[in-house]
């Protein structure tokens, strides 16, 4: 399996499954090992797997925030 299907995979199981961005984006980080490639081929493969959408965005959101290192605004922060 490839190392991007493996990051599919797991960031689609922390979307469902963490409610915690920090541990999961760290997870995210560490099977990654800074290969950035791997990291958007997750995200494209995110857009064409058959999840709900809710789930799609937040495991995209995951890979995005490992990516780049951003973090997404809270609803709180607004």
């Given at each position: 399996?490839a190392l991007a299907d493996v990051l599919?995979?797991?960031?689609?199981?922390?979307?469902?499954?963490?409610?915690?961005?920090?541990?999961?984006?760290?997870?995210?980080?560490?099977?990654?090992?800074?290969?950035?490639?791997?990291?958007?081929?997750?995200?494209?493969?995110?857009?064409?797997r058959p999840d709900s959408l809710a789930?799609?965005?937040?495991?995209?959101?995951?890979?995005?925030?490992?990516?780049?290192?951003?973090?997404?605004?809270?609803?709180?922060?607004?």
């Amino acid at each position: 399996m490839a190392l991007a299907d493996v990051l599919t995979e797991r960031a689609l199981t922390l979307a469902r499954d963490t409610f915690d961005d920090e541990p999961a984006i760290a997870e995210l980080l560490s099977l990654a090992h800074d290969d950035r490639e791997a990291l958007d081929l997750a995200i494209e493969a995110c857009l064409a797997r058959p999840d709900s959408l809710a789930i799609r965005q937040r495991a995209i959101e995951l890979l995005a925030n490992a990516r780049y290192g951003e973090r997404t605004p809270d609803a709180s922060d607004s």
